[in-house]
């Protein structure tokens, strides 16, 4: 495509000088045709024999001849015959000068001049500059588009080497990256942060398997000890009741387990980006702090909620409830009697911060990494009442979301949900 536009391009440049050649030739020799014209006739014949003198490249011809067609003076030696006189320039190639052009007009006393300019070989120029210029232009494009060839074909054999191994199992497998931020760099940088994402997941599914399975087998088998000592130890309908209640509560908890992991999947799910909408956060912390006020006086725990200024961010506000709620139950269940929880939206940076403080236990360096993961639990929070989901709850939540989620490691927990606000 190159070569052939190289062609196109030799091709308008030579059609072009032609053009603007002949035209400026034409000009010139109607010009010195009016110039002899208008010249004394005394003088016509010493301007035919000055010519010569004055055209160091040999390139101007004139002529005087009788009506005969006589040569009377000039450096013409034959009067062109194909030379219409009275008529515009014209190209002549009867007479001994190669590809003249010329002019010839009748005087009154019956003789005619011709006036000519010799033109030079256009096509020949042309033909050599395209030799010179064309053939190397080519041979460098068909060199170049083999170099850029063989570069690309060795980058996607590359890829797809990485592919194999990827679709054999090797999650850990990456596609090359060169630094030259080209669009083989832009789509491997985009391909390998899918790769992280779903080997990230795929990992976090073999864990929950095998944490479902740990976590269920535990109340199951509380379930089946009672019953089975129950049946062997019952004596009276009131012990047996007892025993069956207590299979239920732990059969509860088995239930509340799967209705939990089920409620993370769903907000997993893409399709919940489909209800957004905007959401002011203010309102929506107050409603948080008027539902769980009543559970912290019951257990001797101050709820304080900070929510003077007002932000909208974009989301989905039954999950943002959700989250926070969480957030919030989880400080007035860990923080003692006589403790505080605070519940406050912050302004930095363009952004509004949800934050939950409470003083608590704590959470350490250590668990503050892997809290979120699902039914992970703290030795400090093994004696209390729960499921372990409460913050993978939350952390789902925020990831669908887009926003982030840190929580601080420490004497009393503080937690913050940070939700850039659109623009």
């Avoid at 003088?43 to 067609?69: C, I, K, S, W």
């Avoid at 030799?131 to 063989?150: C, E």
């Avoid at 054999?168 to 992280?196: C, E, H, W, Y």
Wanted: net charge neutral; aromatic share 6%; hydrophobic share 45%.
């Amino acid at each position: 495509m190159f070569a052939v536009f190289l062609v196109a391009l030799f091709g308008f440049m030579y059609w072009r000088t032609e053009q603007f050649l002949l035209t400026r030739t034409d000009a010139v020799i109607a010009m010195q045709t009016q110039v002899f014209l208008s010249a004394p006739p005394d003088r016509r014949l010493e301007m035919l024999e000055r010519l010569p003198r004055h055209d160091p490249l040999n390139v101007e011809y004139a002529g005087l001849f009788t009506a005969q067609g006589k040569r009377i003076a000039g450096n013409i030696e034959i009067m062109p015959a194909d030379l219409q006189i009275g008529a515009p320039a014209q190209q002549s190639l009867s007479t001994e000068i190669e590809a003249m052009r010329g002019i010839a007009r009748r005087l009154q006393d019956g003789n005619v001049v011709v006036v000519g300019r010799k033109m030079f070989d256009i096509a020949k120029i042309v033909e050599q500059t395209l030799a010179m210029g064309l053939l190397p232009a080519f041979f460098l494009s068909i060199t170049g588009a083999a170099i850029l060839s063989i570069r690309a074909q060795r980058r996607v054999e590359e890829v797809n080497e990485r592919v194999q191994r990827i679709v054999a199992g090797d999650l850990r497998q990456r596609l090359p990256t060169r630094g030259s931020d080209d669009s083989f760099d832009k789509l491997a940088s985009i391909v390998n942060g899918m790769l992280a994402n779903i080997e990230s997941l795929i990992q976090e599914i073999a864990g929950v398997g095998d944490d479902i399975a740990h976590d269920l087998r535990t109340p199951l088998t509380r379930v089946r000890v009672r019953l089975e000592r129950g049946r062997a130890h019952a004596r009276t309908l009131e012990q047996l009741g007892a025993v069956v209640d207590q299979a239920i509560a732990g059969l509860d908890q088995s239930l509340a387990m799967t209705t939990a992991l089920l409620r993370i999947t769903e907000i997993e799910h893409a399709r919940r980006l489909d209800c957004f909408s905007q959401v002011s956060l203010a309102p929506l912390l107050r409603e948080v702090g008027d539902i769980y006020e009543p559970i912290a006086e019951d257990k001797g725990v101050t709820l304080q909620v900070e929510a003077e200024r007002e932000a909208i961010v974009h989301g989905d506000r039954d999950l943002l409830f959700e989250a926070v709620a969480n957030l919030v139950d989880n400080a007035v269940k860990f923080t003692p009697e006589g403790g505080r929880v605070e519940l406050g939206l912050v302004h930095r940076d363009g952004e509004a911060t949800i934050r939950v403080r409470d003083t608590g236990p704590g959470i350490s360096e250590g668990d503050s990494k892997v809290v979120t993961k699902r039914f992970y639990r703290s030795d400090k929070s093994r004696s209390i009442h729960g499921l372990g989901l409460g913050l993978s709850i939350v952390a789902a939540i925020v990831k669908l979301h887009n926003f982030r989620f840190t929580v601080a490691p420490g004497r009393g927990c503080a937690v913050e949900i940070a939700c850039p606000q659109p623009r």
